[in-house]
């Protein structure tokens, strides 16, 4: 089959190598806090300062980190690649961005955006958010809140990405669990309009058989090669 037109997800375990923890590994973001208490609306109802403390403290440690040969190789094919290409990343890190990449899209959000409840703006947020935030937009206190999509709420960019798959040759999962849907689904979109799919992971995520080609190792190494 001639290829065309690649859609390629990525998820934590792409940025793990640039220093940043994943979520369900041994050192995951999730030790010692429960997901229900900092990844839901219901968690940032009942305890906006935990949230808020949980994403100030990534939002911190992004900037003490550089994008790996994994976020550059991938930035690299998006530059070369002459046909269609769509990165959909899980991560809510800056890291593909910094590393060049445009043909992208954050369908859990950005670390370094912030939301404000009150008139619905979203703008660039770098330093710490903290519950009584000013809305730089309506100038409401404490109604800015994380851009990040909770488990509940509806992932960005849907239709967008449900019209890349359905177009794609190519399927291409990168250091992600599949175990968040609905990115965990997207396998089973690429199988049934008849694209080739490639995983690349430290194990076998949780939807490792349904890809034809897997590759085991570290990212960093994994994409480089595979991009050529
Ligand atoms: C929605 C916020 C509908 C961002 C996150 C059944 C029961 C209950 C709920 C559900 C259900 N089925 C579906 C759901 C809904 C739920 C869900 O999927 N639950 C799961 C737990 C079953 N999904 C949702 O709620 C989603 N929304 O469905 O909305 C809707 C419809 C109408 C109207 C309204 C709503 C929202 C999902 C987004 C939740 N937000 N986090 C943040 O804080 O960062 S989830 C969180 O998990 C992150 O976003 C992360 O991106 C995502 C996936 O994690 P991974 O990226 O895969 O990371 P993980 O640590 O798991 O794995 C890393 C992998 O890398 C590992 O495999 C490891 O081996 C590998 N690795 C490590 N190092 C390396 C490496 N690989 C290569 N190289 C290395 N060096």
Known sequence: MTIRNIVILTGAGISAESGLATFRGPDGLWEGHRVEDVCTPEAYARDPALVHDFYDARRAKLGTVEPNAAHRALARLDAEWSGELLIVTQNVDDLHERAGA?????????????????????????????????CPSCGRKGAVRPDIVWFGEMPYEMERIDAALRDADLFVSIGTSGAVYPAAGFVQTARYVGAETLEMNLEPSQGSLFFDERRYGRAAALVPAWVG
Not at 102 to 107: E, F, P
Not at 112 to 119: D, R
Not at 124 to 133: S, T
């Open 102 to 134: 445009t043909r992208l899209l954050h369908m859990h959000g950005e670390l370094m955006q912030g939301w404000c409840t009150a008139c619905g703006e979203r703008f660039r947020w770098a330093g710490l958010m903290g519950e009584g935030a000013e």
